[in-house]
């Protein structure tokens, strides 16, 4: 009898139908905005960006909740999905920098040429 291979004998799918609370791509750890807001953001919105006008569907947040940003309905607003990925690629670059900066040593002096 041949050994047990994990590709012949995969383990049993999970009984575990869906998480508890969605989980958000751009910072995991941190819940996803509940279904049913984004839906009364939309309606609040009319479906309709906030940035530029055209119809859109993404509801993005003002404050990114990276930076201390509530998924209150006063900091969540709909965009069109050019507008939101826009503003997300802006924001990361903007933390990408902070990150250097933060973690970039002062320079010093050679300690051969003083």
């Known amino acids: 009898m041949a050994a047990c291979s994990p590709r012949r004998n995969p383990p049993p799918p ?7 609370r969605p989980m958000n791509t751009h910072n995991p750890g941190k819940p996803e905005t509940p279904r049913h807001l984004r839906a ?23 404050i990114p909740t990276s930076q201390g ?3 209150t309905p006063s900091n969540l607003r709909v965009l069109c999905r050019s507008c939101h990925a826009y503003k997300t690629t802006r924001e990361t670059q903007a933390g990408k920098t902070r990150k250097s900066r933060h973690l970039r040593l002062p320079t010093e002096p050679h300690p051969g040429l003083t």
Do not use: N, Y
């Not at 999970?14 to 508890?20: A, E, F, K, L, V």
């Not at 953001?41 to 940035?51: N, S």
């Open 69 to 71: 940003g509530t998924h």
């Open 14 to 20: 999970s009984t575990r139908r869906h998480q508890t």
């Open 40 to 62: 009364r953001i939309r309606r609040r919105d009319h479906d309709t960006g906030q940035l530029c006008g055209a119809p859109g569907h993404e509801v993005d947040h003002i």
